[in-house]
């Protein structure tokens, strides 16, 4: 007779734990959140910091980011009973060459973590766990949708990234079919969805707008237009053609451009024969070397405007070397403004030993702030109740755009940045100026006794 739970007469079987238990890295603190590492990056091991000017990345080209950081809440005298509890787990997807902002992005998001935990808004421990699966349009497709599930089969609850628009695009049904909500960067039209959220690096629609709107305001008529192919290529050419019409400007000559331009120096020349007063870019930004080397040879520096692509000046200083002229599409408020962004810098610096003021810190910061707060409003952690828990994220202050700027979610409504959080710089004899907020107003208004100049 077998014994109960026997194979065979005389043998039992016991079970095992499937997974290994959670292990207590021993490093938490009494009075203070605490990470497992001193930073995020490998350079903090290998050292070669970046030092640039303050809007330029502060990292090393060809980092790596470390692959799992575990942030511990204080223990405020706490004792847990049992097995210690497992890190939850928030992934970040690495879609792109950063060049200098790896750091940036992942120390900001660990100074994000431990800031939640300080205050009490989550009171497990958080694992980052990173996964560099780079995409469109560089490499193939199927790299980020295999990073994007690596992250699902790894057990996050929340995903950081994509950053470019054609990875969020292609990304989309494979984040709502996972069932893993997604915070993105991208300002794309087209990604939206039951688990799309974004804490975008822009909006494609409302930065056409802006860059017809600039032209007008600076009374250039004419312009000259490029737009890049790709998946928000016709979006950005269609919403900036309807606002320049709005706005009485003429498009004199309209380039469609591919991911390695050229004839840009004969478009330019014929654009300034047509008597383009200025020049519209909105693309990826990889044409940026292209338009300087072209503007150079032409001996022509026209007033000059770019979308979000505006903001690689912080990638490398290269990068930066080849927007000089350029007005563009920013993220960062009037210096001096917001002060959820200046306090933040001050903790980065204390935290991380090093400044780093671009926006790409503003950016990781309000992503990882949006998601800890999901979870701390979520019923379990799991994903479907994180996905809930950030559509109840209301008014979250935010370190980027101008002082009133908040992420909020809702039902149906996943894009988060609400206020200024798009903004005009110009980058000019190697600084980079604040030129104004994107703050329209109704063409009635302009004969309004009530905005007439007061004697």
């Known amino acids: 007779m077998e014994e109960d739970g026997a194979g065979h007469e005389g043998e039992v079987r016991y079970a095992e734990r499937m997974f290994p238990a959670p292990i207590d890295h021993g490093v938490a603190e009494e009075d203070r959140a605490v990470s497992t590492v001193s930073s995020g990056v490998d350079t903090a091991r290998v050292g070669g910091w970046e030092r640039g000017r303050w809007y330029q990345g502060g990292g090393r080209v060809g980092e790596k980011a470390v692959e799992s950081i575990v942030v511990y809440p204080p223990t405020r005298g ?13 992934g970040i997807l690495i879609d792109m060459d950063l060049g200098q902002l790896l750091a940036d992005w992942i120390d900001a998001t660990i100074l994000a973590l431990e800031d ?36 699902v089969d790894a057990g996050c609850v929340v995903i950081i990234g994509p950053l470019i628009s054609d990875n969020s695009v292609a990304l989309r049904e494979t984040i709502n079919a996972t069932g893993v909500a997604c915070i993105g960067w991208t300002g794309a039209v087209r990604f939206s969805g039951e688990y799309c959220f974004t804490v975008a690096n822009g909006d494609i629609p409302i930065e056409g707008r802006m860059c017809a709107g600039w032209c007008a305001q600076q009374g250039h008529t004419q312009i000259g237009f490029f737009w890049e192919r790709g998946s928000s290529g016709s979006d950005y050419a269609d919403f900036f053609r309807a606002a320049a019409g709005d706005e009485g400007v003429e498009i004199v000559k309209e380039v469609t451009l591919g991911p390695n331009p050229r004839h840009l120096e004969r478009h330019l020349d014929t654009m300034r024969r047509l008597g383009a007063q200025a020049v519209v870019y909105l693309g990826y930004g990889y044409s940026t070397f292209h338009f300087a080397r072209a503007f150079k040879a032409l001996d022509w520096d026209p007033p000059r405007m770019m979308g979000t692509a505006f903001m690689f000046y912080s990638n490398s200083n290269a990068w930066a070397e080849g927007l000089e002229g350029w007005h563009g599409v920013d993220q960062l408020g009037e210096d001096g403004a917001n002060p959820n962004y200046g306090a933040m810098l001050e903790r980065f610096r204390a935290r991380f030993g090093r400044t780093s003021a671009n926006v790409v810190v503003a950016l990781a910061y309000d992503s990882a702030r949006a998601a800890v707060h999901g979870l701390a409003n979520a019923l379990m952690a799991t994903p479907r109740d994180v996905r809930d828990g950030l559509e109840r994220v209301k008014w979250l202050p935010c370190t980027n755009g101008g002082p009133g700027t908040n992420i909020t979610f809702a039902p149906y409504d996943h894009r988060g940045y ?30 309004s006794p009530l905005l007439a100049p007061r004697p």
């Open 418 to 447: 609400k206020g200024d959080f798009l903004t005009i710089r110009e980058l000019r004899g190697g600084a980079l100026h604040f030129r104004g907020y994107f703050r329209p107003t109704w063409p009635s208004n302009r004969s």
């Open 78 to 90: 706490l004792q847990t009973q049992g097995d210690p509890f497992e890190p939850v787990k928030i």
């Open 116 to 151: 939640a935990l300080n205050e009490g808004v989550y009171d497990r421990p958080v694992e980052i766990f990173t996964v560099d699966a780079r995409g469109l349009p560089r490499e193939n497709y199927r790299k980020v949708i295999a990073g994007y599930r690596r992250l």
